[in-house]
């Protein structure tokens, strides 16, 4: 699974990474992104890019109860085209959810070390998304979403067992462009990330708390 990430980069390196205006929202590097946190997700509308925020875990609009989302943070890429929650989205609300790395934890013989994950040059890179929108019985609306997970490369198989989708640059635009409905090709781009372009470092174990929201989060020991 992926449960805590980071996305540290300024707001104007966002929006030239992934084409779109600076965010509206109040904007502010994040250390320790967790579940049930509202995001930074890029969604595609009229054919342009926009930047906004939603709610880390989706809650499908037939669901009866909000709480449904904390057991839908991430979706199995295997299983994603056929689960009652993702289906629908899968097919027509794909987003990028922009971060330069995520944490995994180790097991050692000390307990479980924390690991920050990120590409060699520390780039921006996109999670492969789905959102929904579900409406309360009063008539709100929760803008919600939930990442992608794939089986792990030979850096993050050390690791853990699974590894959030991280989608090829060249692939963004097709994840994004809701008239891209074939099954096929969507699947073809929820692939494990290359390891050689990748590496993994130990941090504090601070992390595990999602109070602890500072840079010393992502500093290696």
Known sequence: MCGRFTLTITPDQLA??????????????RYNIAPGQLITAVIQSDGKNRIGQLK???????????????KMINA???????KPAFKSAFLRKR??????????????GDGKQP??????????FAFAGLY?????PEGS??????????KPNSLVASIHDRMPVILRREDEAIW?????????????????????????????KMVGNVRNEVPACIAGI
Do not use: N
């Open 95 to 108: 987003c990028l959810i922009p971060a330069d790395g995520f944490y995994e934890w180790q097991a050692t």
């Open 176 to 204: 994004l462009d809701r008239g891209k409905q074939d099954a096929e090709l969507l699947h073809s781009l929820l692939v494990p990330y290359p390891e050689d372009e990748m590496y993994a470092y130990p941090v504090d």
């Open 56 to 70: 880390w875990g989706l809650v499908p609009p037939w669901a009866q109860d909000e709480k449904i989302g904390y």
């Open 141 to 150: 609306k929760v803008h919600t979403c939930t990442l992608l997970t794939t």
């Open 115 to 124: 690991m920050r994950i990120l590409l060699k040059h520390q780039d921006l």
């Open 76 to 82: 199995k890429s295997e299983t994603v085209a056929e």
């Open 16 to 29: 030239m990474r992934f084409e779109t205006d600076e965010p509206a929202f109040d904007y502010a590097p």
């Open 132 to 136: 929904e929108t579900w409406t309360s």
